[in-house]
């Protein structure tokens, strides 16, 4: 074998070996949108995470409530007027889960959220006069939605950051598959879309944050399901040694105090999941059982102030642990 063809072998060997990883590895990306960092790992597909991270960046555009450019913040200006087909496709669908929810979902919280100064604005404890006054104002049912154009009742300003991301996940999954994408984990922060299962064929683990400490309390095995926490942990502020976190109860225009510290949805579809995340944070354990006895369209993770797990019992052989000594109960039909 002459000294030519030998080099010409070995890097015959080497350009195989590089084209067998790049379609063997995933591609990642991790961007800042919606006010969240995001990460996504995708199996296959050249262009795709690129259509992905311009996908998010058209939605943000529309949904953002904190940029004075979205075609939301137009929308709360004006009281009402003709919307893109992604906007007037979110709105009933979010309104749908307000409706199913019983209120604890309500994207008309906007006005209460920004007095507390979430989203924009500097955090402040409002006084329980502006409160009234603004969750007068709240009701989902004041939104009307008739094709493309969208009314709000008087002094109704809309909120879609309990479910936005949520949708958006089911758009790039949408997207990706198209694109003939089988193996994917996206993480919209903290909402996760786990597509299909890992290359190898093994489940995606998703990881449980503990509300309590920057640790994990459980790991579940999913593939194709959307699983959204939502917890007080992840935005809160302090005033006079007291703790304030912006999922609001609509009920009383306050941080709900429902006893949980997070929930954590597993759903196939991601604007459900992140929904309910919401709204069962909002309903607390009981409420929150009844509904999915009612349901039984997603299974949940719930812990609890005294840092006591519940889970619903379809999620039994999926979920481990973290410390063997955990208390754990399971929620049955
Ligand atoms: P995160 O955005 O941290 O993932 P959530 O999905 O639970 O958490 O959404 C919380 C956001 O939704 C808040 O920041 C606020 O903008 C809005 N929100 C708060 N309370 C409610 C509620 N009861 N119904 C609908 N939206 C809410
Ligand atoms: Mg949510």
């Known amino acids: 074998m002459k000294v030519g063809s030998r080099l010409s072998a070995v890097v015959l060997a080497a350009l195989l070996l590089l084209s067998s990883c790049r379609t063997a590895g995933p591609q990642t990306a991790a ?16 262009q795709t995470l690129a259509d992905a991270e311009a996908r998010v960046r058209e939605l943000e555009t529309l949904f953002s409530v904190t940029s004075e450019e979205s075609e939301l913040s137009a929308l709360n200006r004006s009281g009402g007027g003709t919307v893109s087909a992604e906007t007037a ?19 008309t ?12 604005g500097e ?17 989902y049912r004041g939104v009307s939605v008739k094709g493309n154009a969208v009314t709000l009742a008087q002094g109704a300003e809309i909120d879609l950051g309990g479910v936005a991301k949520g949708y958006t996940a089911d758009r790039l999954t949408e997207q990706l598959r198209a694109a003939g994408v089988e193996s994917a984990l996206l993480n919209l922060g903290g909402n996760v879309q786990a597509i299909g299962k890992k290359p190898n064929g093994d489940d995606w683990r998703v990881a449980i944050r503990d ?29 006079d040694g007291v703790t304030y976190h912006h999922i609001i109860d609509p009920a009383t225009g306050c941080p709900a105090k429902s006893g949980l510290l997070s929930v954590t949805v597993v759903a196939e579809s ?55 000594g955990a208390a754990v109960e399971v929620i049955r039909l």
């Open 270 to 324: 991601g604007l459900l999941a992140d929904a309910l995340s919401t709204a069962l944070y909002v309903m607390g354990l009981d409420r929150a059982a009844e509904h999915w006895r009612a349901y039984r369209d997603f299974e949940a993770v719930f812990v609890d102030e005294n840092g006591t797990i519940f889970l619903t019992e379809g999620l039994q052989s999926r979920f481990t642990p973290v410390s063997r």
């Open 211 to 239: 509300p309590q400490s920057e640790s994990n309390v459980a790991v579940l095995a999913v593939s194709n399901r959307a699983v959204v926490t939502s917890g007080g942990y992840e935005r809160f502020f302090e005033r």
């Open 89 to 107: 496709a979110l709105i009933p669908a979010a309104l749908a889960l307000c409706e199913r929810t019983g209120g604890a979902l309500d994207i």
């Open 31 to 46: 961007i800042f949108a919606m006010d969240t960092v995001m990460d996504f790992t995708v199996y296959g597909g050249a």
């Open 109 to 120: 919280v906007y006005p209460v959220v920004r007095a507390w100064g979430f989203t924009a």
């Open 123 to 139: 955090h402040r404890v409002p006084s329980g006069e502006e409160l009234a006054a603004l969750s007068a104002a709240v009701d």
